[in-house]
């Protein structure tokens, strides 16, 4: 960026948790860093009854509990709620949309941000009065925008979004964010699997058996039921966050370390994906709801028991899903990846299973199991990568134990890596759309998703199949990744 423009990102629901918990606090680390240009600006844009001084004092909170450096500095604090400006006014009506422009000519701001991190309904609303009040091009400077997830609830009204979106917006202004895509173990994918010429190698169907994908979580729906209930897990994490770890474990090398190269090879993968369709559904996935049980210690209630949940709610709060990526590369290798609620641990990791040994080593006993090696890459809560492989154990009997080589990120580099918004924000700012999620790739993963929703339908079902709170979802996710040798899901623990 040239540090002498001046910058202006405006926060279109401002008064909402993403802003207080991870919009202002990256922008406090990037501003720690100094990162920011010297003439920026955050002006929110909300219905309520705000100003200034209370929209400060509100995210001034938000940064000395949330930001990831603390203590917190006070002055720099001070100095980032000072460049803050508060609109007042409703998402569809055109005279909120006047007074920002106002301000924006007032704050002399040649390149601005727009940030949607209001309920996915109104995007549109808001897409159309930004480009009514002629304010998505600036001729002094640059006009960017970007778009939370979801990215519509299915292919058709990704597709209508889309043309909203592009009646304002050319596609080069769109950045459609995937916080995962700014974890730094994600970003490693592509250096472990291209800087390292011994495993790329191996990264094949030549010498790996199958590919686990877990993205668990502890939290129950909380507070979301109302947005959960139409979406469930298959949208709101398997096509977007599972799909994009999937496509960089899967892609070719690109060319070139920038967006479009990137992205053309993650398309690639998602058009690669073998469809699953008609009875397909059934063999291929498996879902699952909690019910009340035990998760560290505490005991919690079920999905149905949570506020706002239908009492027959059929919502998957688990989704186990097998796939095939039919290219050269991985032709016959399945991608098993699951998702739920209320599973035992946080976690989020991706395990590559190499293919065992062709007879056991002189008939010595194998106490690592049938396949010992393995690597995962662990994203989420630690992150790292950890290398298992069989070892003699010492002693005068020939047995073999499973041993592992560790990576961990904070041991290794003395400190915590980034919060992810506080890259892509980087990014966004400086023009950088590697690790945002193009318009055809929206297209692919939500084409291959919407194949297995209406597959569901075909079926009449009263209950889906139930898991206990704290356990690693329903029996039928284990016979969906029950392999030749008699193995399971990997286990995070």
Not at 41 to 63: C, H, K, P, T
Not at 188 to 210: K, M
Request: net charge negative; with cysteine.
């Amino acid at each position: 960026m040239n540090p002498a423009s001046t910058v202006a990102i405006v926060i279109f629901g401002v008064t909402g948790d993403l802003t207080n918990r991870k919009l202002v606090p990256a922008l406090y680390e990037l501003e720690l860093a100094n990162r920011l240009p010297a003439s920026f600006y955050i002006i929110g844009f909300a219905r309520r009854e705000w100003d200034a001084s209370v929209m400060g004092e509100n995210l001034r909170q938000g940064v000395s509990e949330f930001a990831r450096t603390q203590p917190v500095q006070n002055s720099l604090l001070e100095k980032l709620t000072g460049r803050m400006h508060y609109v007042q006014g409703s998402f569809d009506d055109p005279e909120g949309y006047r007074k920002l422009g106002e301000l924006l000519d007032k704050l002399k701001a040649g390149n601005r941000l727009f940030y949607l991190a209001a309920q996915p309904d109104v995007y549109p609303t808001i897409i159309r009065n930004i480009g009514a009040a002629d304010l998505s091009n600036c001729p002094q400077g640059w006009t960017r925008i970007i778009i939370e997830k979801p990215y519509g609830n299915d292919l058709q009204s990704a597709l209508a979004l889309d043309e909203v979106v592009h009646s304002v917006f050319d596609e080069q202004q769109v950045y459609r964010i995937d916080h995962y895509l700014g974890k730094e173990t994600v970003q490693n994918i592509l250096v472990f699997r291209f800087a390292n010429g011994i495993f790329e190698q191996l990264w094949n169907r030549r010498n790996i058996d199958h590919v686990q994908i877990t993205v668990a979580e502890t939290v129950g729906v909380g507070s979301r039921a109302g947005y959960y209930e139409s979406a469930g897990v298959i949208r709101d994490m398997f096509q977007n966050h599972i799909l994009q770890l999937l496509a960089l474990t899967a892609m070719e090398a690109p060319v070139a370390f920038h967006a479009d190269a990137v992205r053309d090879e993650k398309v690639k993968i998602l058009r690669s994906l073998r469809p699953i369709r008609g009875d397909d559904v059934w063999s291929s996935t498996s879902r699952g709801q909690y019910v009340s049980g035990s998760v560290d210690g505490k005991r919690v209630p079920g999905y149905k028991d949570e506020p706002g949940v239908a009492p027959d709610s059929l919502t998957e709060t688990y989704l186990a899903v097998r796939l095939f990526v039919d290219n050269w590369r991985w032709a016959g290798v399945p991608f098993f990846v699951r998702s739920g609620k209320r599973l035992p641990r946080r976690s989020t990791e991706i395990t590559v299973h190499f293919d065992q040994v062709p007879l056991p080593l002189f008939g010595w006993r194998n106490l690592a199991g049938e396949a010992p090696n393995t690597l995962t890459l662990n994203i989420q809560p630690e992150e790292g990568i950890t290398l298992t492989f069989g070892a003699k154990a010492p002693g005068h009997t020939n047995q073999i134990e499973s041993v592992k080589m560790h990576f961990d990120y904070v041991e290794t580099f003395g400190e915590e890596p980034p919060e992810a918004y506080e890259r892509l924000l980087l990014d966004c700012l400086i023009g950088d759309a590697t690790l945002f999620t193009r318009t055809d790739e929206v297209q692919a993963a939500w084409a291959f998703t919407t194949d297995i929703i209406e597959g569901w339908k075909t079926r009449l079902l009263r209950n889906l199949p139930v898991y206990e709170a704290g356990t690693w979802g329903p029996p039928g996710a284990e016979d969906l990744v029950r392999l030749s040798d008699g193995s399971g899901w990997h286990d995070p623990d």
